[in-house]
């Protein structure tokens, strides 16, 4: 399946978007979502945050300061992006790739978060940095799962370690504008690294053992 990364807009359908939520931090993080469409961190305000919700910044000011927006959205999108990075279980991969621009944008997001958030953590607030980092280890937790049911025991940390690592690359390529790698190619490549850790450390048919 080939991606078409470019799309400006998310849509509705986005898994990265929660519209019906009328909670103020979900708010907040869908508008993040939705300018991180057609601006990059630099142009990423209060603010604009405020301009998307239709009201002014002193109105958002008034309830969360810029430092605490930035911890709610890392915090909250964190939530959604753990919860898409869960694979089917008949797709054989420990973690999911993005295959629609929508999912395209929400791995640019995560990756412009990151940024946000070392940045906050270079300035005196790790707040920010925490969330991602707490987002990550849940993230590895699901993927030892992921991977103990594909290679039928439970993974070396280094072994998830660097599926993670291959995932992140494999996504970061798939969303980049103009890359060649497709979702599928992306997908061969990644089943193919998990089926060398059953050869080499798992026994066909050997019972999972308990994580």
């Given at each position: 399946?080939?991606?078409?990364?470019?799309?400006?807009?998310?849509?509705?359908?986005?898994?990265?978007?929660?519209?019906?939520?009328?909670?103020?931090?979900?708010?907040?993080?869908?508008?993040?979502?939705?300018?991180?469409?057609?601006?990059?961190?630099?142009?990423?305000?209060?603010?604009?945050?405020?301009?998307?919700?239709?009201?002014?910044?002193?109105?958002?000011?008034?309830?969360?300061?810029?430092?605490?927006?930035?911890?709610?959205?890392?915090?909250?999108?964190?939530?959604?992006?753990?919860?898409?990075?869960?694979?089917?279980?008949?797709?054989?991969?420990?973690?999911?790739?993005?295959?629609?621009?929508?999912?395209?944008?929400?791995?640019?997001?995560?990756?412009?978060?990151?940024?946000?958030?070392?940045?906050?953590?270079?300035?005196?607030?790790?707040?920010?940095?925490?969330?991602?980092?707490?987002?990550?280890?849940?993230?590895?937790?699901?993927?030892?799962?992921?991977?103990?049911r594909l290679i039928r025991r439970r993974?070396?940390?280094?072994?998830?370690?660097?599926?993670?690592?291959?995932?992140?690359?494999?996504?970061?390529?798939?969303?980049?504008?103009?890359?060649?790698?497709?979702?599928?190619?992306?997908?061969?490549?990644?089943?193919?690294?998990?089926?060398r850790l059953r050869q080499d450390g798992?026994?066909?048919?050997?019972?999972?053992?308990?994580?």
């Amino acid at each position: 399946m080939t991606t078409s990364p470019d799309a400006r807009i998310p849509s509705p359908r986005s898994p990265f978007l929660i519209p019906d939520s009328a909670h103020p931090f979900d708010i907040y993080t869908d508008a993040v979502v939705h300018l991180l469409a057609d601006r990059g961190i630099d142009r990423l305000s209060v603010r604009a945050i405020a301009r998307w919700m239709g009201v002014t910044p002193a109105a958002v000011l008034q309830r969360h300061s810029q430092a605490q927006i930035r911890e709610i959205v890392v915090a909250r999108f964190g939530w959604r992006w753990v919860e898409w990075s869960c694979p089917r279980r008949d797709s054989g991969l420990p973690a999911r790739l993005p295959t629609s621009a929508d999912e395209c944008h929400g791995v640019r997001v995560w990756q412009a978060l990151g940024e946000i958030s070392r940045g906050a953590a270079l300035a005196g607030h790790p707040a920010p940095q925490s969330r991602l980092e707490q987002a990550r280890r849940d993230e590895a937790e699901a993927v030892a799962v992921s991977l103990t049911r594909l290679i039928r025991r439970r993974p070396d940390p280094r072994e998830t370690a660097g599926v993670l690592a291959l995932v992140s690359g494999l996504r970061a390529e798939i969303a980049a504008a103009g890359s060649v790698v497709t979702s599928d190619v992306a997908a061969g490549i990644l089943r193919d690294h998990v089926e060398r850790l059953r050869q080499d450390g798992g026994v066909p048919g050997q019972p999972v053992r308990s994580a």
